[in-house]
């Protein structure tokens, strides 16, 4: 069910799972959303025609200036002589410059990847005018990720940024503006998150690979202290979607988040303008990808899985 063959109405938001809507109707809402049938068989409301609504006009001039990208790697061994995160970076960094431009803000934040892989780093950032972070120590697959957030929320908040989009290094999108341009979509919105649901695991769960968060929104003591650097024994997907749900935007209608409609909320069902490693055909999308942009990927690059390389660890 697509939205185009449903009523219009003020009330339903973006699709987050199969043949299920955001609604924040007062009369008609519900925890986990709406049907397709709900909408068009049994809403009781009359508005359909009404003009969308945001609770956040008015707050929009005060929200800072600018857009920030935070993209989390480490340089994962794939065999004993071929690391890739490195490459996947250098491509992140030339879809970023040449589809949204000079003005957009990049952090490169990295889980203690070699110091050889440090090096080629901050080679990269200065080359593509991006900076660059790295932890004392290898926090591992999930608490690294976690980490990202708190790392890319500090730094919005120090350069006055509108929104910072947490990225993945092998997660891109090919599209024109779209840091700005998604940005100022949500920041109309009431919410404070745009993402797309992870519905692979039958748990509640958020794509932490692209997450764009309004700065100034997400920035509070509960926030920060459910993001503090340490280990975390279960995955940053949960993570993230409880800390949304509990604490970012808990009075906001499930899913608690602008959903993402760029993403799918299946891994393995993006398809261009959007490049995920577990996309069909992955190795072939990200090579033509890469010779748009102008960037060589050798044989070190990989779309192989993070948790299946040689040094994972969780």
Known sequence: MTADVLPKCRHRGGQFALDRWVCSSPRLVAHKGVTSAACREICPLVDHESPAESSAAGESDDLGEGYGVAIGTFDSLHDPERRFGTEAVELNLAVLRHRCGE??????????????????????????DAEFTSNRRRMGHTSGDMIVFHKALRWGARLGLRTVTKLSHRMMIDAPDWVQNDSERLIRSPYATLGQMLTNFGLEQIRTECVMMVVRRWMSSGVMWRYRPRRIPYWNESHTFRAIAEVVDRDKPYPFFLPWERLSFLRGADRPPVYFREMFDADHHFRRLAERHGVELSAKFSTVDSCATMDYRR
Do not use: F, G, N, T
């Open 103 to 128: 003005a957009i803000k990049i952090l490169v934040c990295d889980d203690a990847s070699p110091e050889a892989s440090r090096r080629q780093y901050r080679r990269l950032c200065e080359k593509y």
